[in-house]
């Protein structure tokens, strides 16, 4: 199809509209229950008390705001897009936000008598914004871009992709989480409960960073997509495997006869065996010659052990071996030639699968 066809096709999926909103417009949206910036969302809403206070601080300046972006809903409500940040530090300041106490702001660079104040204390008035500074911040104005509900469905959740990748949110799998979330709920409340599984906690024994990092969804992302995956397609990773887990996770989300049962007994099963063998080793490198495991969490080796014990839940050797089996990995040939420094996934995992496959099978 030539390009321009495909510009006018695409174009026509999507219907957009867009204006300017005062603040205090945004604030009523929210109180009668207009808009929804997601609870779920609000896991990643990661701004720190500074950022807060210089976003409010911009508001006072009138400095120019980002546009906000919704999607519209069949029934007429707005889901957010991108600007829960902008939007949550609104309502939490001026103490609409729910389950969050109003938040005192801090000093910034440009207005550092800021610092304490607050939108409206009726027992602390000299720390509280005075009449005229609240109407200001009500009446500024943070324009709204809208997807109209008879946009292609896809396009709210591309657009969330691409708003959502230039560091507003800190890390891919918080852009895939979201992402998750907006297309299968359902498929979003597995993983996460997936992760809070304790044999899983236990045996990746991960850094409070990582968890914070949203790692831990990641890693069971990584199993779900592919512990069952054929080899064939294993070799067709492409060169970004991060771009890969995205565009999978999001194939998953839209199979309407996706088995869930069958992913989590998968999973239960594989971290079952491995708590009860290896635990908090299960991941760490083997020294054969202290007959030891050593150091911390290495994805290499869950590519290897997770998934081939994942592949291979339904008929396993014996549990009194594993361990054995999992101590062979480290002197094995393959494992050590693709799971060294400067090996990327791409090249990595079409060999350490099939590893896995062949070292857990109970033939």
Avoid at 29 to 43: A, G, H, K, T, V
Avoid at 72 to 82: C, I, T
Wanted: glycine share 6%; hydrophobic share 35%; proline share 5%.
């Amino acid at each position: 199809m030539p390009l321009q066809e495909e510009i006018d096709k695409t174009s026509q999926d999507i219907r957009t509209d867009g204006y300017s909103m005062s603040i205090g417009e945004w604030m009523s949206l929210y109180q009668s229950n207009e808009i929804d910036i997601n609870p779920d969302f609000q896991r990643f809403f990661r701004w720190s008390e500074y950022q807060k206070s210089t976003f409010i601080e911009s508001i006072l300046l009138g400095i120019p705001i980002p546009p906000i972006f919704v999607s519209q809903r069949d029934d007429g409500v707005w889901d957010v897009v991108d600007g829960v940040q902008r939007l949550s530090t609104i309502y939490e300041f001026t103490g609409l936000l729910e389950n969050r106490d109003p938040v005192a702001l801090q000093k910034t660079t440009y207005l550092p008598s800021l610092e304490g104040k607050k939108w409206d204390d009726p027992n602390d008035e000299d720390n509280s914004l005075t009449q005229t500074q609240r109407l200001l911040i009500r009446r500024a104005k943070i324009s709204v871009n809208i997807v109209k509900k008879e946009s292609d469905p896809m396009i709210k959740y591309e657009l969330f992709q691409r708003l959502n990748t230039g560091g507003s949110i800190a890390t891919p799998q918080e852009v895939r989480n979201c992402i998750l979330l907006m297309l299968n709920k359902k498929l979003y409340e597995l993983t996460r409960s997936l992760a809070n599984y304790e044999p899983f906690k236990n045996c990746i024994a991960l850094s409070d960073r990582l968890y914070e990092e949203q790692y831990d969804m990641e890693l069971v992302l990584r199993f779900i997509l592919l512990f069952d995956k054929s080899e064939e397609d294993i070799r067709k990773l492409g060169n970004d495997v991060s771009v890969f887990l995205t565009e999978e996770m999001r194939k998953m989300a839209l199979d309407q006869q996706l088995d869930y049962s069958y992913i989590e007994i998968a999973f239960h099963t594989t971290f079952d065996i491995l708590n009860q063998t290896t635990g908090d080793n299960s991941f760490k490198r083997y020294k054969p010659e202290n007959d030891r495991f050593l150091g911390g969490f290495l994805l290499s080796a869950f590519e290897v052990i997770a998934l081939g014990i994942g592949y291979n839940y339904q008929k396993m050797p014996p549990t009194n071996k594993i361990s054995d089996l999992i101590k062979s990995i480290w002197s094995d040939t393959t494992y050590n030639n693709w799971s060294g420094a400067g090996v990327n996934a791409a090249r990595r995992l079409p060999h350490l699968i099939p590893l896995g496959r062949g070292v857990f099978s109970p033939s």
